[in-house]
């Protein structure tokens, strides 16, 4: 089993840059693709990146492509989220996640406790 801590959210303003981050616990961290989730109030949680297990693979919803960036560095066993040109649709929790199956939009076991990102307009 592999625990998952998210950090880096905060509270910003339209157009600004936040990192977010995701330590994970284990050294087989490089075995799982990662993803990250946001959940905004009243609404389900929706895929927002994935990365594959050695990082050269992407995925991204429509959403944030082009403003988002997902990165991993398995040296660290963490898990990056790189937010640029932020709106007010991308306040949400925003969770990690690592996967044990093919499926970058539903194949996720572990997940972390989630990290706050508000955007103010």
């Known amino acids: 089993q592999v625990q998952l801590v998210e950090s880096g959210g905060g509270v910003v303003q339209a157009g600004a840059s936040l990192r977010l981050s995701c330590a994970a616990s284990?050294?087989?961290?490089?075995?799982?693709?990662m993803g990250w989730f946001r959940q905004a109030p009243d609404k389900e949680r929706e895929f927002v990146a994935a990365i594959s297990q050695s990082g050269s693979s992407t995925y991204y919803a429509d959403s944030v492509k082009g403003r988002f960036t997902i990165s991993r560095d398995n040296a660290k066993n963490t898990l990056y989220l790189q937010m640029n040109s932020l709106e007010s649709e991308d306040t949400g929790v925003y969770y990690c996640?690592?996967?044990?199956?093919?499926?970058?939009?539903?194949?996720?076991?572990?997940w972390g406790q989630g990290t706050q990102v508000t955007v103010s307009s």
């Open positions: 284990q050294r087989t961290f490089s075995s799982y693709g």
């Open positions: 996640g690592a996967r044990v199956g093919p499926n970058v939009l539903t194949d996720y076991r572990y």
